[in-house]
């Protein structure tokens, strides 16, 4: 079973913090750092996937994400690779997480098998990386 992490961009002061708790009655925030936020406006909370990248960097939604996928043609595989760039994210109808890389979906888990793939930012800090791979 996946353990249940978030983190949370805090848009006043553009940073990235560990959420330490939540009280989704009150729409509080609790972050790292002494940051209590109480309003929902300030604060983009993102859940862990429960996966973590090649190199051990932890997968949360919001997260920027690379990877290569090798297609095959008449079950003989292509040695040409595409490589991808999607924000990570889940379906609301099926809770499964995905890539979205807008022309293209691929499941998260699919994502992860590929040889090449990781984190490479968030959409917060580096929005530049998706317009780059579009």
């Known amino acids: 079973m996946s353990e249940i ?6 848009k006043p002061t553009k940073t990235m913090h560990r959420v330490l708790a939540i009280d989704w009655l009150n729409q509080m925030v609790d972050l790292d750092g002494g940051l209590i936020e109480q309003s929902s406006d ?9 996966k973590d990248d090649k190199s051990g960097k932890p997968i949360y939604e ?3 994400f690379g990877f ?7 079950d003989v595989s292509d ?3 595409e490589h991808y760039v999607g ?10 997480w995905f890539v979205d890389c807008t022309k293209h979906k691929f499941y998260l888990g699919d994502a992860v098998e590929s ?20």
């Not at 992490?5 to 805090?10: K, T």
């Not at 300030?42 to 429960?50: A, K």
Request: aromatic share 8%; charged share 25%.
């Open 42 to 50: 300030d604060v983009v909370v993102e859940q862990y996937t429960g």
């Open 5 to 10: 992490e978030f983190r949370a961009w805090h």
């Open 87 to 96: 924000v990570v994210k889940r379906d609301p109808n099926t809770g499964m």
């Open 68 to 74: 290569d996928n090798i297609w095959l043609n008449n």
């Open 62 to 64: 919001g997260s920027i």
């Open 115 to 134: 040889d090449s793939y990781g984190v490479i930012g968030n959409i917060h800090e580096n929005p530049e990386l998706l317009e780059a791979a579009k």
């Open 79 to 81: 040695p040409q690779e």
